[in-house]
Antibody, heavy 121, light 113 residues
Framework: QVHLVQSGAEVKKAGSSVTVSCKAPGGTFSDYTFNWVRQAPGQGFEWMGVIIPLYGTANYAQKFQGRVTITADESTTTIYMELNSLRPEDTAVYYC??????????????WGQGTLVTVSS | DIVMTQSPDSLVVSLGERATINCKSSQSVFYGSNNKNYLAWYQQKPGQPPKVLIYWASIRESGVPDRFSGSGSGTDFTLTISSLQAEDVATYYCQQYHTLPLSFGGGTKVEIK
């Protein structure tokens, strides 16, 4: 069974940045796209963006444009999500999620275990 | 942006009874060129990441019990649990993957009566 393993919980001050990593299994890394989705406490899901490792390109939700960067390191099969200018309302569990193919328009399976990012004022 | 609206917000059902969850998209998620609806359903249990149950609106993911089924087309979709089991207590979400930004419904919490 495929597992995505994310980095541990973070506590940050407002105005700072956070980077969350997501380690994917090796072998067929470039056959998939990887998304970042967040879930604020007690809330639903918010899609942040996607990266296509095959092309090294990323696409971001307009809400996060200019504040989020998603990258992929093929040598370590790790995906990274950096979020800048953190605000208390960015407090959420951040998930990486693999799409089933190398296209953007796909459902997500599997998901990482989630990383809690807490932002204090 | 496509807005996904689920109903009801919560559902209390007796063991063995049917649970029905609805999902409506603000625009069609049907793609005529391949005759597919770009709609998935997920189950999330407390403290866990979501798990996909259904994709292409009606295709059950491998390993998902056949009491789970998806139906609908265009803008209106339904997830049905034919005979609710104790392990089905969870929150269920629909997701469209037709148009960026990808988007999710607000969730339906299913509990046992």
């Amino acid at each position: 069974q495929v597992h995505l393993v994310q980095s541990g919980a973070e506590v940050k001050k407002a105005g700072s940045s956070v980077t969350v990593s997501c380690k994917a299994p090796g072998g067929t890394f470039s056959d998939y796209t990887f998304n970042w989705v967040r879930q604020a406490p007690g809330q639903g899901f918010e899609w942040m963006g996607v990266i296509i490792p095959l092309y090294g390109t990323a696409n971001y939700a307009q809400k996060f444009q200019g504040r989020v960067t998603i990258t992929a390191d093929e040598s370590t099969t790790t995906i990274y999500m950096e979020l800048n200018s953190l605000r208390p309302e960015d407090t959420a569990v951040y998930y990486c999620a693999r799409a089933e193919t190398a296209t953007i328009y796909n459902w997500f399976a599997p998901w990482g275990q989630g990383t809690l990012v807490t932002v204090s004022s | 942006d496509i807005v996904m609206t689920q109903s009801p917000d919560s559902l209390v059902v007796s063991l063995g009874e049917r649970a029905t969850i609805n999902c409506k998209s603000s625009q069609s998620v049907f793609y005529g060129s391949n005759n597919k609806n770009y709609l998935a359903w997920y189950q999330q249990k407390p403290g866990q990441p979501p798990k996909v149950l259904i994709y292409w609106a009606s295709i059950r993911e491998s390993g998902v019990p056949d009491r789970f089924s998806g139906s609908g087309s265009g803008t209106d979709f339904t997830l049905t649990i034919s005979s609710l089991q104790a392990e089905d207590v969870a929150t269920y979400y629909c997701q469209q993957y037709h148009t960026l930004p990808l988007s999710f419904g607000g969730g339906t919490k299913v509990e046992i009566k």
